[in-house]
């Protein structure tokens, strides 16, 4: 009777062993396969998120290599670098939101007690301006042309400008 009990134990814990292992190999099988398809999903939403970044920088001073080559011309007191152009155009049209009726280069008068400033600023081309502007409740988007002048001041005149309706 022992040796029958030893051999029972025996078959079991081999058994208990075999479908151990199997049930260990099938998740770690499982599981490659899983980590597999979960980074390919990453890697094409990776890749899509990048592709609409590019579209979206389409209109853009810094995709722009026409609009880069128009300040890199061969005069040399023309030359002005871009990257540092940016943000010293955007930096001088939000000065003017100090303005105690309201950034000027917004196109719209005050309407209310509050007035209207430029909240952001996106530089399409060597030329354009798109910028987003309100007083609090009311917004609106306007289009400006800047200039860069021979003593490197920049000049603003609004184009186009709209408010949305409450």
């Given amino acids: ?90 930096e001088k049209l939000l000065d003017l939101n100090a303005n105690p009726k309201g950034n000027p280069y917004t196109g719209q008068d005050q309407i209310s007690t509050n007035k209207f400033i430029i909240n952001k600023v996106k530089i399409l081309n060597h030329r354009w301006i798109i910028a987003d502007y309100s007083d609090g409740e009311i917004w609106g988007e306007v289009l400006l042309k800047y200039f860069v002048n021979e003593d490197k001041s920049i000049s603003f005149e609004v184009n186009q400008s709209l408010l949305y309706q409450k």
Avoid: C, G, H
Wanted: glycine share 0%.
């Fill in 1 to 90: 009777m022992k040796n029958s009990l030893f051999l029972y134990l025996t078959i079991l814990a081999v058994l208990s062993t075999v479908f151990t292992y199997m049930f260990l190999s099938k998740q770690v099988v499982f599981e490659q396969t899983r980590y597999e398809k979960t980074t390919k999903k990453l890697r094409d939403s990776l890749s899509l998120v990048s592709n609409q970044l590019v579209d979206a920088n389409y209109f853009s001073l810094e995709k722009n290599e026409n609009a880069q080559n128009y300040f890199d011309t061969t005069s040399a007191n023309k030359t002005i670098q871009y990257e540092k152009l940016i943000p010293f155009v955007t």
